[in-house]
């Protein structure tokens, strides 16, 4: 049973444009989501996070929206770089702020940003 | 400040052996936590280690045991190793025990069993 549901494996985007990174989870418990990403060779970077409370959180160019009654939550970035590609992961934690020692995460999306 | 550190990058090993895979924590973070990724998957949690105790288990059999030393690093252990096993094996400490909150990832172990 997969808790966390990224359905889209691959996404292209032409540089400058936006990118949108879809995930979906049915865990109710969970109330705690972040967004990693993952260069080949390298391990998962974090890059942020947003917990059940609220709906939107931003960094820069990377906002994350959670929408708590459709399970639903995004990554936005905004405008995107050839240097945002890669694989991007979405994770879930039961516990606010990460008080829970365990991730669930999706099986990851490939950003592909085209010059 | 030195980040998370893996050893050994690649391996390759025969079906029923046993491996030890070791990593050492980043400066200042006492939990160590495993995942397990497989191919075309995402990293899946395998065990966490605090103050050489394991701190909470995912979904593994026992045969995946581990170990932590005082100064952090931290082990882990596969036993009877199946063609299944073959993944990368990801380290991720943290500062405080029992959160996932400001986990470093290493860059993993490729373990291949044939």
């Known amino acids: 049973d997969q808790q966390v549901k990224q359905n889209s494996p691959s996404l292209s985007v032409q540089e400058g444009r936006i990118s949108i990174l879809n995930c979906d989870y049915t865990?109710?418990?969970?109330?705690?989501f972040l967004w990693y990403k993952k260069y080949p060779a390298e391990g998962p970077t974090f890059l942020i996070s947003i917990s059940s409370i609220k709906d939107k959180n931003e960094d820069g160019r990377f906002t994350v929206f959670l929408n708590k009654s459709a399970k639903h939550l995004s990554l936005h970035i905004v405008p995107s770089q050839p240097g945002d590609s890669a694989v991007y992961f979405c994770a879930a934690g039961v516990g606010y702020e990460g008080s829970n020692y365990k991730l669930t995460f999706g099986k990851g999306t490939l950003l592909t940003v085209n010059p | 400040e030195t980040g998370v550190t893996q050893s050994p990058t690649h391996l390759i090993k025969t079906r029923g052996q046993q491996v030890t895979l070791r990593c050492s924590s980043q400066?200042?973070?006492?939990?160590v936590s495993w995942y397990q990724q497989a191919l075309g998957q995402g990293p899946q949690f395998i065990f966490q280690?605090?103050?050489?105790?394991?701190?909470g288990r995912g979904n593994f059999p026992p045969r995946f045991s581990g170990l932590q030393f005082p100064n952090y690093s931290s082990e882990l252990n596969v036993n009877a190793l199946e063609l299944d096993d073959s993944a990368l094996y990801l380290c991720a400490s943290s500062l405080a025990a029992g959160t996932n909150y400001g986990y470093t990832f290493g860059s993993g172990t490729r373990l291949t069993v044939v």
């Open positions: 865990n109710s418990m969970f109330d705690y």
């Open positions: 280690y605090y103050r050489e105790e394991e701190n």
């Open positions: 400066s200042g973070h006492n939990t």
